[in-house]
C-alpha cells in the first residue's frame, strides 16, 4: 500500500524562526507536489520536484528532494504570520499516470 | 485567466436525498479530477477524466457515485443516496495535457463542501 506521511502534522512556530517540515513515501516517485491550503479554501501549488536532488526556493520557503530517501523537506525561513497555512506533499508514483497520493497534511501556526 | 469553477460552495442535505456538484475546469485543460477531502486528511482522488473518458475511476464507490463529463470540458458528480459518511469536501482539479514535467500541476478548485444530516 502506498503511503505518503507527513511530520509533524501540527506546528506553532514563532514569527521569526526557522522550520522542517517532512514528507516521506513509501514507493519509486517520479514527482513530487507541495501545496498550500488556507482554511476554507482550495490547495494552491507551490512546488513541483522532479528529481533527485532538485531545490526550488520561493520567498521563505525552500523544498527538497532526495528519491533515493524517499523523503522531501519544506524548510520555512524566519516565519512570518502570512505562512500560516496547512501544507500537504504529493507523490505521483512512477508509472501511475497523473494519479496524486496526498499526504495527511501539516498544519502550520505562525504566532507573533 | 479563470480558475477552475465549483458550484455550490455549500451544501447541506439529509441523508438518502441525492446531490450534484458541478466543475467547469480551466480553459484549454484536458484532465479533470475530482477528490474528496475528509477533515484533517489530504485530497483522495475519486475519478479522472482525459477528455470525455474516464480513463481512471477505480476509487468511486460506484453503487452510489456517478460523474459525466459529456462534452470533454465542465463536469458533474453525483451521490445517490448520500449517506452521513460522505460528508466532506469535494474538490475538482484540471491540468492541461503534456508530455510531462511541471505542466502536469494539478489546479484546484474552491471545492463543495458537503454536510449530510
Known amino acids: 500500500e502506498l503511503k505518503v506521511e507527513q511530520n509533524p502534522l501540527f506546528l506553532s512556530m514563532q514569527e521569526g524562526k526557522n522550520y522542517t517540515i517532512y514528507c516521506n513515501y513509501s514507493?519509486?516517485?517520479?514527482?513530487l507536489y507541495w501545496y498550500r491550503q488556507d482554511p476554507g479554501k482550495s490547495l494552491e501549488s507551490l512546488f513541483v520536484?522532479?528529481?533527485?536532488?532538485a531545490v526550488k526556493q520561493e520567498g521563505r520557503l525552500m523544498a527538497s528532494l532526495d528519491t533515493k530517501a524517499r523523503l522531501s523537506t519544506l524548510h520555512i525561513t524566519a516565519a512570518v504570520h502570512d505562512l500560516s497555512a496547512t501544507y500537504f506533499c504529493?507523490?505521483?508514483?512512477?508509472?501511475?499516470?497523473?494519479?496524486?497520493?496526498f499526504g495527511s497534511g501539516t498544519q502550520l501556526t505562525v504566532l507573533p | 485567466e479563470a480558475g477552475v469553477v465549483q458550484s455550490p460552495r455549500y451544501k447541506i442535505i439529509e441523508k438518502k436525498q441525492p446531490v450534484a456538484f458541478w466543475c467547469n475546469p480551466i480553459?484549454?485543460?484536458?484532465?479533470l479530477y475530482w477528490y474528496r477531502q475528509n477533515l484533517g486528511q489530504g485530497p483522495e482522488l475519486l475519478i479522472r477524466?482525459?477528455?470525455?473518458?474516464?480513463?481512471?475511476d477505480s476509487q468511486l464507490p460506484k453503487d452510489r457515485f456517478s460523474a459525466e463529463r459529456l462534452k470533454g470540458v465542465d463536469s458533474t458528480l453525483k451521490i445517490q443516496p448520500a449517506e452521513l459518511g460522505d460528508s466532506a469536501v469535494y474538490l475538482c482539479?484540471?491540468?492541461?495535457?503534456?508530455?510531462?514535467?511541471?505542466?502536469?500541476?494539478?489546479?484546484f478548485g474552491p471545492g463543495t463542501r458537503l454536510l449530510v444530516l
Open positions: 504529493a507523490i505521483r508514483k512512477t508509472g501511475s499516470a497523473r494519479q496524486l497520493t
Open positions: 514507493t519509486t516517485s517520479d514527482r
Open positions: 520536484l522532479l528529481s533527485n536532488g
Open positions: 480553459s484549454g485543460h484536458n484532465t
Open positions: 477524466y482525459e477528455n470525455e473518458e474516464a480513463v481512471d
Open positions: 482539479a484540471s491540468s492541461p495535457w503534456t508530455s510531462g514535467g511541471a505542466q502536469e500541476t494539478q489546479y
